[in-house]
Structures are given as C-alpha cells and as structure tokens.
C-alpha cells in the first residue's frame, strides 16, 4: 500500500465532505452549519488524524469519520467562539451569529457538537469505542477549559508564561494531538505509540501558537499576511510580552505595563515601537524562536520514537515542517 | 430485590449527585455548572433511567452514570434555551447568564454537553456503548431540532397541529424516552421491549405538554402556581390555538387570527376572554383533554407490552399518573 501525501489525504478528505448532506430539515439548523461547514479552512485536523492512522499501516479511510469528527469539532468551538468574541468575519465571510442571529449560532454550534460524536461513533466497528470517547471527551474538555482560561486572561495581570503554555496546549495543541490520537486508535498504534503521537501533535501545535506570536510582532508583512503589531495594540497575552515580564528588572517591568495598562492612551504605532524595543532588548525575539525549536525538536524526538517504518512517517514530518518554516 | 419507589429512587440519585465533584478549577467555568446543577428542579428525567433499569431486573444504580448524563444534558438545553429566551430567572433564581454573562453561559453549557457523554461513557461495562450513543446522539439531536422548531415557529402564521406535536415530540418528549430507553439498556432490555418503554415515555411526555397547554389557560390558578391566560397573552402557538385554528370555520378563524396579530393592541384580560370563549364554544379544551388522554392510554399500552413482572412497572405507573393526574 502505497503512503499517501498530505495533498492526497485532503483529497480524501474533500471527497467525503462533499458525500456528507448537511443541508437536512430543519434548514434553520442546518443551513448554517453546512454553510460554516463549508467556508473553506486548512482542514489540518482530519488530514491529521488520517496520517495518524495510515501511520500505522492502515488504509487511512477507515478514519474517515474520526476526521470528520474533529473537523466538525474544531467548527463547532470556531461558532462558539465567535459569539464570545463578539468576532464579525470569518475567513472572510461573515461568522455563523452574524449572519443568522445569536440563538442560531448557539443552536448550530450545539448541534455540530452532538454531530461530533454521532460521526465518531461511526468507528464502533474499527476500534474500541470506549477508547475513541475517552481521547474525544478529555480533548474537548480541555478545549473548554482552555477558552475559559484564555477569557481569565484578559482580566488578570498576574498571567504566567506556564500559565500561557498551559492554556495554548488546551485551546490550540490538544486538538492537534486528538486528532493525531483518533487516527492511531484506528490504526491500531499501540497505547505508547499513542501517547507518542499524542505528544508529537501537542507539541507541534505549541510550537506553532508560540511561532504565531512571533510573526504577529516580528514577521515580515508580506509573508504573515497583516500588519504586524496586532496583538501589541490590543493588550494579548502573548508568549512574547508573558516571557518579557519574567525576563524584566523591575523598572523594565514598570515600563511594559505602563504601556499596558488600558486608561493609558497612546499611538498605536509608538506603542509598537516602544514595546519592540524593550522585546529586543530583552532578547525576547531569540528566546521566542528558541522555545519554538525546542518544541519542535521534542514533538521529533516523538515522533521518531514511535515503531512505525519511516516512509509512513514522511506525510507527517512535511506537515510539521509546512506549519513551522514559515518565514520569521 | 425489592423494587424501589420513585421516592427511594430519588434519594438514590441526589446521593450520587452528592458526590460529584462539579466544582474544579478552571472555577469560572466549572462553578456556573455546578450553580445550575444544584439549582434544584424535580429530577424526573434521572429517576425515569433508574425506572428503566430497574424495570428490566437489574439493580437501578448501575444506572446513575447514565441518570446523570440525562440530567446534565436537560440542564444544558436549560443553559442555553435560557440565553436565547433572554429569560432572566430559572426556578426562581438568576440564569446561568444572566448571573455570569453571556460567554460563560455558552461555553458552560457546552462543556455540560460534553460531561454528559462523559458520564454516559462510564456505562462502557454495563451496556453496548454503541447502543447507549445512537439512543443518546438520536435524542440529542431531536432535542436541537425542536428547539430549532420552536424558533421557527415565532416568525411563522401557518404553523400546523402535526407540526406542533413533531416539536413537543422532539423538544421535551424525545428527553423522556431516552431517559427510559438508556436504563432499559442497562437493564438488559430487549429490543422490542426498548421500543414499547421509548414509546411510552415519549408519549407521556407528549400527554404532559398537551396538559401543559391546557392548565395554561384553563387550569385553576390555585393548583396551576401561576396566573392562566400566559400563552394567549404571549401569542404561543399551543396545542389549544393550532386544535382552534383547524376546526374553525372562516369567520371564526378571521377572529382568532384577528387578535394573534401582534400589531393588535387590546387589553390582556380582554384578549385571554375572549379566545377562551372561542375556544369553548370550539370545545377545544375537551379537544386537548381528549387527546391528552388518548395519548396517556397508548403510552399505559406500551407498557403493559413489556414483558417484565408488574410489580416492577408499578413506579412507572405511579409516575405517570402524577405527571397527568394534575387538576385541569
């Protein structure tokens, strides 16, 4: 059995999404869902969890539906999360709240919950469900916990970089290392090869918010797509102001939250500029990019770890350097 | 074994939910559930699981994991319906919003959503699991769909008594059945007898919304708890209104459509006499009682169908004559 690329993967995956009808009675329900279904998006989860399972020498479309569960999840909490952050667009487009009301983003988002699992419970006959469940709700749970620290945040002052990591695991890297789980329980991995895998994913989705963080203040315009500085402007808790906190004096410390404080109005342009300087200072730029490596090189040392030929590796390897060579 | 009232069963539960432990960090979003859980409420929807465990031989509390999965997944549908209500009190107290804001009401109601297939997991060992998630995602998802219905029919003029009873069926009725049917499992249940107990619940269930309609406008207010007449002032397309609209003869139904029409301003206490009085000279309300009671005589048929000893039927009897014995 030939190893399938990443490419081929996701035409996979597309030829089943499009079998899928969404559009069903009540249209007031599922019209919005095949709409938010349909907006497009990198489809990086399912692609994962069917290199997780072809990982293991299995035809990767038996984890057809498990992908479909984790793309169908990650939507569900984009609907969610877009209401809570009173977000108007989308990928462009207009968010699922925006379009049709808040009671049908709620409804829809529900809904595509519970689909979830109706589309994981499909894999009853290929793995043992009760392990299935587990992975998917512990993962789930965590993506909840992790939105309600990540609104915690915005409150405190007192946020710590292991608190930040923490939370990214939960929101962003947990899912990534799910959806890379489900594959494996399909594939027939062993418990070890799944936490192998498991923390491969967790730690590649890690390394990639912390690279996201980068390249919002330090990316280079052109590549990163938007004016850089966004998350300086807007008081985030970023990886690279949380590291700056513990890096600084205490008058280098006094200085950042002078600038941070929210009565404190100033240019947004002399803003940026004056908290670049203390970042680079600080050498935040290097301890970012370090800490980004060093993930990276841990989610290798597991994957390399994992008994599987390393042809079957490759697909999962260029996934890993796509999403983290972006330029810096 | 001696078989446990409906009191007993009851004291079962709060025991199990004694024990839970709904309050962990994160606290901003765990707290909220716990609120909402200790709320209070009749617990009928759990003590109906026990019942159908209990019906079918085997000790009721192999069933509290999945009585608990029923019961926090009627409490999310609480969470969220409340939010899209606006409603500002729940028995008596603040909303989960409105006491925590809009975004913890959300993202709290989804994490219920998840802990309830959390808790229906834990039956892995008692039950086919695969079973026990088709009958809980089937319901979930009628559950959605009713709500989506209910929505639907605010905006809509034509709505139809088949449609109604479709949603009551979905929203409220379809909880009961899958309450029954997931003890059922448990107990070991057969198929056919799984069916007769969904039946029946869904069928008392769609008898105590009817009965529901009826004390609304026709029930004595002392025994009713509330003003009557809510309904006609709200405009709420019921059994009563949808029964008096198919009945009527055109000038009739001109009448009744006369005051549902919302830009029509006339006196609360008006407006109520004068639909009742259409409604009694449609016979309507002995309509309602009738169906009602058609409704409560095939559900009692289901269950004399179900081939266990009539002792242990005896709680589900009970029940459902204090579910439809209210004074009307």
């Not at 009675?25 to 938010?36: G, N, V």
């Not at 008081?235 to 404080?261: C, G, H, P, V």
């Not at 203390?278 to 800490?291: N, P, V, W």
Request: hydrophobic letters at 45%.
């Amino acid at each position: 059995m030939p190893v399938k690329s990443s490419e081929e993967l996701l035409m996979l995956f597309f030829q089943y999404l499009e079998q899928q009808k969404f559009e069903k009675p009540p249209y007031s329900l599922y019209e919005p869902m095949a709409y938010i279904m349909r907006l497009g998006g990198k489809r990086l989860r399912p692609v994962l969890a069917l290199m997780g399972c072809q990982l293991f020498g299995q035809p990767p479309d038996k984890a057809l539906p498990a992908a479909m569960a984790v793309e169908i999840f990650h939507n569900f909490s984009l609907v969610h999360d877009d209401i809570m952050d009173q977000a108007p667009l989308r990928r462009g487009q207009p968010t699922v709240h925006s379009r049709y009301g808040l009671s049908t983003g709620i409804l829809c988002g529900d809904v595509m919950l519970i689909e979830a699992y109706e589309y994981l419970s499909q894999c009853y006959d290929r793995a043992p469900l009760i392990l299935l469940l587990k992975v998917f709700n512990r993962m789930a749970i965590e993506v909840c916990e992790g939105q309600a620290a990540d609104m915690d945040f915005e409150q405190r002052s007192d946020v710590t970089l292991p608190e930040y990591m923490l939370m990214i695991e939960q929101k962003t890297a947990a899912l990534i290392g799910a959806a890379l789980q489900l594959g494996a329980i399909i594939g027939g991995a062993s418990e070890k090869d799944r936490q192998h895998i498991n923390l491969f994913g967790r730690m590649i989705g890690q390394a990639f918010q912390v690279q996201d963080d980068l390249l919002d203040t330090f990316g280079a315009p052109e590549t990163f797509g938007k004016k850089t500085g966004g998350d300086i402007v807007q008081n985030k808790k970023t990886f690279l102001l949380l590291k700056a906190l513990e890096l600084a004096d205490a008058s280098t410390r006094k200085q950042i939250e002078t600038y941070y404080r929210p009565e404190v109005a100033c240019a947004e342009e002399e803003k940026i500029e004056a908290i670049k300087s203390i970042f680079l200072r600080l050498g935040i730029e290097e301890a970012a990019r370090k800490a980004k490596e060093e993930l990276q090189e841990k989610a290798l040392q597991h994957l390399a770890a994992i008994a599987a030929p390393d042809e079957r590796k490759e697909p999962l390897l260029a996934m890993a350097d796509m999403l983290l060579h972006r330029s810096t």
